[in-house]
């Protein structure tokens, strides 16, 4: 009876529909092609993606998938919170490779209050809004102040491959400090909300889409889970030419 039981209870998996949102969701699948193959939207060889930024590195996880993916690619990544930035530098100190600021990124360069969650890698240069209350349960935990830049003075006239944003909701404060990096930037992978008020005061899809389209950059892939938060690419219109 046992081994019927289970036979049946395999066959019910195996039969079952499968769920693609557990399989690989949409705004996972958006970061993974992007990692992947970047190099293919860009119409370049791997050994031709020299520069990767990423505002908001967190503990840095997709860095040595894109390190091994691009042999000649050097990462500048932006973390200001005391929570990950010892962590960060001591993985990726001894790397050539990989350049670690320890700033917030935003459109001026001084100093803010940067506001950290209860939830792991949720901290933003926003307060929480009641989106994110409601759907995922976050709230404030601490707020300090950090130091902030802007990618105009940071990176100059550094050529970008890829611009990643990670910011929660800030996207668009970091986009009006970038005003020549977009530039001589090729492709931007960023976090994407289709709702207002995750963050206060936060960027909606619709407003980022907009102000790319308007910087010279085309919407080429977008994944978004249940709550309509996911990710997007964006390449700049004559790279796909």
């Not at 993985?91 to 001084?110: L, Q």
């Not at 960023?190 to 389209?213: C, G, H, K, R, W």
Request: charged share 20%; with cysteine.
């Amino acid at each position: 009876m046992l081994i019927n039981k289970i036979i049946k209870r395999i066959f019910r998996m195996i039969t079952a529909p499968l769920d693609l949102f557990l399989v690989l969701p949409p705004f996972e699948f958006v970061q993974t092609i992007t990692e992947q193959s970047i190099h293919k939207f860009l119409k370049i060889n791997t050994n031709d993606v020299k520069t990767w930024v990423i505002v908001g590195g967190y503990l840095g996880l997709e860095i040595p998938r894109i390190l091994r993916r691009y042999p000649n690619c050097n990462i500048h990544v932006f973390e200001c919170s005391h929570r990950y930035i010892q962590k960060l530098k001591k993985r990726f100190d001894k790397n050539p490779r990989v350049h670690i600021y320890e700033m917030a990124v935003s459109n001026t360069a001084g100093s803010m209050t940067f506001y950290e969650t209860n939830l792991r890698g949720s901290g933003s240069l926003l307060r929480v809004g009641e989106l994110a209350k409601d759907i995922y349960g976050m709230s404030q935990a601490e707020e300090f102040t950090v130091q902030t830049t802007t990618l105009d003075e940071s990176l100059a006239q550094v050529k970008v491959d890829v611009l990643q944003l990670d910011v929660q909701g800030a996207e668009m404060n970091v986009l009006k400090g970038a005003h020549e990096t977009l530039k001589h930037t090729r492709a931007l992978l960023t976090e994407v909300a289709m709702i207002p008020n995750l963050y206060q005061n936060s960027v909606v899809f619709e407003d980022l889409n907009y102000f790319l389209s308007d910087a010279g950059f085309t919407l080429c892939l977008l994944g978004n889970d249940h709550n309509l938060t996911g990710n997007a690419l964006f390449v700049r219109e004559e790279e796909k030419s």
